[in-house]
């Protein structure tokens, strides 16, 4: 019977075992020594690993324990040994292939009687027994070959569940936070540090966790908070500090140290993530660093999934699910929520540069970040709007939003010889946690916002039950009407955006995007920001973009014979609402083809969503216009992945790619790389390609080198009234025209 309880230890069932099974080896040995009564098999230090009996007596152990004892290095192949005083054991000793013992086989053959009264000598009984013995030896290397692969296989699982594992069975449904705690959780399980500290000064984060909460934890990390970012700024690998130099920056620190840097996308140093052990424990290894970098690599991508990297604060989905964690956790507490609108952007990023824009939005947002009460969250929610969630009553809120108002007054400052005015609108709400779609409350502080805005700006107004439904009305209403009068009044009017080739080679080909203005009752210029919602909503675009249809064809008729035969082109916006239209289409064709002019002097912009939204009507529209000679341009491409499976059936002539991504490329690689990506399938498909919001020269230098073949924004021209465009129309279509728009 084979002894399996002789095994010493204990193996997981996914394990090989090295020391399984040998029954087929004993069958073997005894057809080679047919009087052999049992077998055993130690390892190199003496322990019995199997037996074919069940019970091996002490003297076996005695026997191989001498045999190892007196060196088993200095026994050749073995010897024999006397059990009794008359039983003959054969203690095989089995090496490797650098002669270090790994085993001994103990093979018992008593004499057959009288008969046999002299038992084989061992070098006779060895040679015997040699294959059977070369045969265990061989298998016994290779078990313990795949057991060590084994090893470090299940090692390498571990670090890949690790890498790939998004510890959703033990994470809250909330933000970012949550989830760096969950890394902070995992650092000091399954790295077996102490204490783990997580350290991203741009965005405000400071976590840690240790096995026991003490004070001289805290104490720790706020010792060498500055020098652990100091020695991880410039490095990209895991730093291990087994031993302190007498002399370091950190002072005398009983612990050993493990530093992994925190690299953005772009290769910059955000943070730290440090491991502590205690100085009496294991030094960290190889090991423990590959770990501890697998999880400083999850940890920046919570970061930037989590977080906008212009502002610091939360991103919208990262703030919804927070909200929606608050909700869930059935505490009974008071909420308020804050809508926040900065006020005229717009004015700003045409004034002074989108370089400009974005520095008061960062600067926003470190007010915001800094002002917020314990407990409170804010995000950025999209480019000029955020929002904050404050555990406090209504009245608390209203009085944190307008203290929040008065600060941002003072971030005005000087631009050159204009001064720039910063201000916020803000609208607050109670957050209905009894109420099934979280989002509704931040639309409620979402119209209190309008209501502000309508009311004069730089302002706080607060969402009441009784009189939302006023409120809303009154910004929408006010808003359609002053809008119906713009049109009526004859108050709209044309600019136009310059867009020309990237490449600096040859005549610049001239072409324009024609943007909708409206001058108020006051007559000021106001952006189609300020009132192209209100149309969406009430659904007057059509009417629009038939306006601007039937205008830009008016402007561009007396210069019909100008223009004829140029490569240069004017581009037109129009709606999904438009799509949807029955009578647009033909429309659209009938006023080309009775306007005299050449139709590739048009070009028609849809955006993405809306070309997907209304696939059927949008291609058929787009297969028209091409047949005609007019060119068609994909507005907004990018920003939707569905628009890609459809892009082949619509037979569009250019891609204008997303100015989100154009404006981030040269901060965020994943944006470059897209716009890249972007360029390549254009390529492929022969479609030109059009940049929006190039508003630098490192934009335009970047987008360039990506090989985009056009540019449009504040860096190649800015926009100009289509009237003095046109007046410009002799020198333009010159063999030689003169810079324009800067």
């Given at each position: 019977?084979?002894?399996?309880?002789?095994?010493?230890?204990?193996?997981?069932?996914?394990?090989?075992?090295?020391?399984?099974?040998?029954?087929?080896?004993?069958?073997?040995?005894?057809?080679?020594?047919?009087?052999?009564?049992?077998?055993a098999?130690?390892?190199?230090?003496?322990?019995?690993?199997?037996?074919?009996?069940?019970?091996?007596?002490?003297?076996?152990?005695?026997?191989?324990?001498?045999?190892?004892?007196?060196?088993?290095?200095?026994?050749?192949?073995?010897?024999?040994?006397?059990?009794?005083?008359?039983?003959?054991?054969?203690?095989?000793?089995?090496?490797?292939?650098?002669?270090?013992?790994?085993?001994?086989?103990?093979?018992?053959?008593?004499?057959?009687?009288?008969?046999?009264?002299?038992?084989?000598?061992?070098?006779?009984?060895?040679?015997?027994?040699?294959?059977?013995?070369?045969?265990?030896?061989?298998?016994?290397?290779?078990?313990?070959?795949?057991?060590?692969?084994?090893?470090?296989?299940?090692?390498r699982?571990?670090?890949?569940?690790?890498?790939?594992?998004?510890?959703?069975?033990?994470?809250?449904?909330?933000?970012?936070a949550?989830?760096?705690?969950?890394?902070?959780?995992?650092?000091?399980?399954?790295?077996?540090?102490?204490?783990?500290?997580?350290?991203?000064?741009?965005?405000?984060?400071a976590?840690?966790?240790?096995?026991?909460?003490?004070?001289?934890?805290?104490?720790?990390?706020?010792?060498?908070?500055?020098?652990?970012?100091?020695?991880?700024?410039?490095r990209?690998?895991?730093?291990?500090?087994?031993?302190?130099?007498?002399?370091?920056?950190?002072?005398?620190?009983?612990?050993?140290?493990?530093?992994?840097?925190?690299?953005?996308?772009?290769?910059?140093?955000?943070?730290?993530?440090?491991?502590?052990?205690?100085?009496?424990?294991?030094?960290?290894?190889?090991?423990d660093?590959?770990?501890?970098?697998?999880?400083?690599?999850?940890?920046?991508?919570?970061?930037?999934?989590?977080?906008?990297?212009?502002?610091?604060?939360?991103?919208?989905?990262?703030?919804e699910?927070?909200?929606?964690?608050?909700?869930?956790?059935?505490?009974?507490?008071?909420?308020?929520?804050?809508?926040?609108?900065?006020?005229q952007?717009?004015?700003?990023?045409?004034?002074?540069?989108?370089?400009?824009?974005?520095?008061?939005?960062?600067?926003?947002?470190?007010?915001?970040?800094?002002?917020?009460?314990?407990?409170?969250?804010?995000?950025?929610?999209?480019?000029?709007?955020?929002?904050?969630?404050?555990p406090?009553?209504?009245?608390?809120?209203?009085?944190?939003?307008?203290?929040?108002?008065?600060?941002?007054?003072?971030?005005?400052s000087?631009?050159?010889?204009?001064?720039?005015?910063?201000?916020?609108?803000?609208?607050?709400?109670l957050?209905?946690?009894?109420?099934?779609e979280?989002?509704?409350?931040?639309?409620?502080?979402?119209?209190?916002?309008?209501?502000?805005?309508?009311?004069?700006?730089?302002?706080?107004?607060?969402?009441h039950?009784?009189?939302?439904?006023?409120?809303?009305?009154?910004?929408?209403?006010?808003?359609?009407?002053?809008?119906?009068?713009?049109?009526?009044?004859?108050?709209?009017?044309?600019?136009?955006?310059?867009?020309?080739?990237?490449?600096?080679?040859?005549?610049?080909?001239?072409?324009?995007?024609?943007?909708?203005?409206?001058?108020?009752?006051?007559?000021?210029?106001?952006?189609?920001?300020?009132?192209?919602?209100?149309?969406?909503?009430?659904?007057?675009?059509?009417?629009?973009?038939?306006?601007v249809?039937?205008?830009?064809?008016?402007?561009?008729?007396?210069?019909?014979?100008?223009?004829?035969?140029?490569?240069?082109?004017?581009?037109?916006?129009?709606?999904?609402?438009?799509?949807?239209?029955?009578?647009?289409?033909?429309?659209?064709?009938?006023?080309?083809?009775?306007?005299?002019?050449?139709?590739?002097?048009?070009?028609?912009?849809?955006?993405?969503s809306?070309?997907?939204?209304?696939?059927?009507?949008?291609?058929?529209?787009?297969?028209?216009?091409?047949?005609?000679?007019?060119?068609?341009?994909l507005?907004?491409?990018?920003?939707?992945?569905?628009?890609?499976?459809?892009?082949?059936?619509?037979?569009?002539?250019?891609?204008?790619?997303?100015?989100?991504?154009?404006?981030?490329?040269?901060?965020?690689?994943?944006?470059?790389?897209?716009?890249?990506?972007?360029?390549?399938?254009?390529?492929?498909?022969?479609?030109?390609?059009?940049?929006?919001?190039?508003?630098?020269d490192?934009?335009?230098?970047?987008?360039?080198?990506?090989?985009?073949d056009?540019?449009?924004?504040?860096?190649?021209?800015?926009?100009?009234?289509?009237?003095?465009?046109?007046?410009?129309?002799?020198?333009?279509?010159?063999?030689?025209?003169?810079?324009?728009?800067?």
């Amino acid at each position: 019977m084979v002894a399996q309880a002789a095994q010493a230890d204990k193996k997981d069932e996914t394990t090989v075992d090295p020391w399984s099974s040998f029954e087929p080896y004993v069958r073997l040995v005894r057809s080679l020594l047919p009087r052999v009564t049992s077998v055993a098999l130690y390892d190199a230090a003496a322990r019995l690993r199997w037996s074919s009996e069940a019970t091996p007596g002490p003297d076996f152990h005695d026997l191989v324990q001498n045999a190892v004892a007196a060196g088993g290095a200095d026994q050749g192949a073995g010897q024999m040994r006397l059990l009794d005083g008359s039983v003959p054991v054969y203690l095989c000793l089995l090496r490797d292939d650098l002669e270090r013992l790994i085993g001994v086989v103990v093979v018992v053959c008593p004499r057959n009687g009288d008969r046999d009264s002299e038992a084989h000598s061992f070098p006779v009984a060895h040679a015997l027994l040699r294959p059977a013995l070369e045969c265990l030896r061989r298998e016994l290397l290779s078990r313990a070959t795949l057991g060590h692969f084994q090893r470090t296989l299940c090692s390498r699982d571990k670090e890949l569940e690790l890498l790939l594992g998004d510890g959703a069975a033990d994470r809250p449904p909330a933000g970012g936070a949550e989830e760096l705690r969950e890394i902070l959780r995992q650092a000091v399980e399954h790295v077996g540090s102490s204490t783990a500290a997580l350290i991203v000064p741009d965005k405000h984060i400071a976590l840690l966790r240790s096995k026991a909460q003490r004070s001289s934890d805290i104490k720790l990390v706020a010792r060498a908070r500055r020098q652990l970012l100091s020695l991880t700024e410039t490095r990209r690998e895991p730093l291990i500090i087994n031993e302190l130099a007498l002399n370091s920056s950190m002072g005398i620190l009983p612990y050993k140290i493990l530093s992994c840097p925190l690299r953005s996308a772009l290769d910059k140093s955000i943070g730290v993530l440090a491991l502590f052990r205690e100085d009496l424990g294991n030094p960290f290894s190889d090991r423990d660093a590959r770990l501890a970098g697998i999880l400083a690599r999850k940890a920046v991508g919570v970061i930037e999934a989590s977080y906008d990297p212009l502002s610091g604060l939360y991103s919208r989905p990262a703030f919804e699910r927070r909200i929606r964690a608050v909700v869930d956790s059935g505490v009974t507490r008071h909420w308020a929520v804050l809508y926040i609108d900065t006020d005229q952007l717009h004015v700003i990023n045409d004034s002074f540069g989108m370089h400009v824009g974005d520095s008061v939005l960062e600067e926003l947002g470190d007010l915001i970040r800094q002002r917020l009460p314990p407990g409170a969250f804010a995000a950025r929610i999209s480019g000029d709007r955020f929002a904050a969630l404050l555990p406090t009553q209504l009245d608390a809120a209203e009085e944190f939003a307008e203290s929040l108002r008065a600060g941002v007054e003072q971030l005005n400052s000087v631009q050159g010889e204009s001064r720039l005015h910063v201000s916020i609108s803000i609208g607050v709400a109670l957050l209905d946690t009894a109420a099934g779609e979280v989002m509704h409350s931040l639309a409620a502080a979402e119209t209190a916002c309008k209501a502000a805005k309508d009311r004069g700006r730089n302002r706080v107004e607060v969402y009441h039950a009784s009189d939302a439904s006023l409120v809303r009305r009154m910004a929408d209403i006010n808003l359609v009407g002053e809008l119906r009068a713009a049109i009526d009044a004859d108050r709209l009017w044309l600019a136009a955006q310059v867009i020309l080739p990237l490449a600096a080679a040859g005549s610049p080909r001239w072409h324009f995007e024609l943007l909708l203005r409206m001058v108020d009752e006051d007559g000021r210029s106001v952006g189609p920001d300020r009132f192209l919602s209100a149309a969406n909503r009430y659904q007057l675009m059509p009417e629009i973009d038939r306006w601007v249809i039937n205008k830009t064809i008016e402007m561009l008729k007396p210069h019909a014979q100008l223009l004829a035969g140029t490569s240069m082109s004017f581009a037109i916006n129009f709606s999904g609402q438009s799509l949807k239209d029955d009578d647009f289409v033909d429309f659209v064709l009938e006023r080309i083809r009775l306007s005299g002019l050449d139709p590739a002097v048009l070009c028609f912009e849809l955006t993405e969503s809306a070309t997907i939204a209304n696939l059927g009507r949008a291609e058929s529209l787009i297969r028209s216009l091409r047949r005609l000679g007019c060119g068609v341009a994909l507005d907004d491409f990018g920003t939707g992945l569905s628009s890609l499976a459809y892009l082949r059936q619509l037979p569009v002539s250019m891609l204008k790619i997303d100015g989100s991504f154009v404006r981030d490329s040269v901060k965020d690689q994943g944006a470059a790389s897209l716009v890249y990506a972007i360029v390549q399938l254009a390529r492929g498909m022969s479609l030109t390609t059009v940049a929006e919001y190039v508003e630098t020269d490192e934009i335009q230098a970047l987008v360039a080198s990506l090989g985009v073949d056009y540019g449009q924004g504040f860096a190649i021209g800015k926009p100009r009234p289509l009237a003095d465009v046109l007046a410009e129309l002799p020198q333009l279509v010159r063999p030689d025209p003169p810079v324009f728009g800067t």
